[in-house]
C-alpha cells in the first residue's frame, strides 16, 4: 500500500467545533486530494494541492479550509463543524497530472452531532 | 470541469453471470479514465486505467473496460463474477492537463453465492 496516513481515523465532534483531520505521506507526491463519500453521491472532490501552498477548489469546497505547509502533509479544517458534514473522508495522493492513478488512504469516519 | 455518471446504482447477480457496469463521462478534451474498487470496510483501490492506445484495457481480477469516445463512455465488464466481487465500483475521470479528478456516485454490485 502507498504510504498514506489519515488522522484520526474515526471522530464524533460537537455542531459547531472547528476540526483537523490530517493526511501525511511519505511517497514524496505532489498532488494531494481531500474527497468526502456518501451514500448515493459517491466520491466528491473538496479541495486538492498541487504543491506546497497551492490548493484549489473542488465540487463542494463550502464550509471547509486547507492547508499544505510541506509536501507530506495535507491538512482538511471544517471551521464549525455542522451534521451536513458526517461523513466519510478520503485522501489521496498522485505523483503526477492526469495520467498518473491515485492512492487512496483508509478514511476518516466523522460524526458531528 | 468534467464530470461522471454511473448509470446503475446498484447491481445484483448470481455467481457466473457476466457483469457490465455503465460509465459515461462529460469533457470535450483528452481525459484518462478509471475504474476503482471499494471492497467493504477497505479504501479505494485501482482496477484498471485508460491513459491512450488500445481502447480496451484489461485489469486486475478479470475485469476489462472498453473506451467508446465517441459515446464518451468507460463501461466496465467482468464474463462471469465471483462472490469476492463484491464491492462498490467507481469510475473515474481526470482531463490530461489538470489536476482535477472527478468520481461517479457509483455502483454498488452484490453477488449471490
Known amino acids: 500500500d502507498a504510504g498514506i496516513t489519515q488522522s484520526p481515523r474515526h471522530k464524533v465532534t460537537e455542531t459547531g467545533t472547528p476540526v483537523t483531520l490530517r493526511c501525511h505521506q511519505t511517497e514524496n507526491h505532489r498532488y494531494m486530494y481531500w474527497y468526502r463519500q456518501d451514500p448515493g453521491h459517491g466520491l466528491r472532490l473538496i479541495h486538492y494541492?498541487?504543491?506546497?501552498?497551492?490548493?484549489d477548489k473542488g465540487e463542494v469546497s463550502d464550509g471547509y479550509s486547507v492547508s499544505r505547509s510541506k509536501t507530506e502533509d495535507f491538512l482538511l479544517t471544517l471551521e464549525s463543524a455542522t451534521s451536513s458534514q458526517t461523513s466519510v473522508y478520503f485522501c489521496?495522493?498522485?505523483?503526477?497530472?492526469?495520467?498518473?492513478?491515485?492512492?487512496f488512504g483508509q478514511g476518516t469516519r466523522l460524526t458531528v452531532v | 470541469a468534467q464530470s461522471v455518471s454511473q448509470h446503475n446504482h446498484h447491481v445484483i447477480l448470481s455467481e457466473a453471470a457476466s457483469l457490465e457496469l455503465g460509465c459515461n463521462y462529460s469533457y470535450g478534451g483528452t481525459v484518462n479514465l478509471f475504474w476503482y474498487v471499494q471492497y467493504p470496510g477497505q479504501h479505494l483501490q485501482l482496477l484498471l486505467k485508460?491513459?491512450?492506445?488500445?481502447?480496451l484495457v484489461k485489469g486486475i481480477k478479470g475485469f476489462e473496460a472498453e473506451f467508446i469516445k465517441s459515446k464518451f463512455s468507460f463501461n466496465l465488464r467482468k464474463p462471469s463474477v465471483q462472490w469476492s466481487d463484491t464491492a462498490e465500483y467507481f469510475c473515474?475521470?481526470?482531463?490530461?492537463?489538470?489536476?482535477?479528478?472527478?468520481f461517479g456516485a457509483g455502483t454498488r454490485l452484490t453477488v449471490k453465492p
Open positions: 485508460y491513459f491512450s492506445g488500445d481502447p
Open positions: 489521496a495522493i498522485k505523483p503526477g497530472q492526469g495520467d498518473t492513478e491515485a492512492f
Open positions: 494541492s498541487y504543491g506546497v501552498k497551492d490548493t
Open positions: 473515474a475521470v481526470n482531463a490530461w492537463n489538470n489536476n482535477d479528478m472527478r
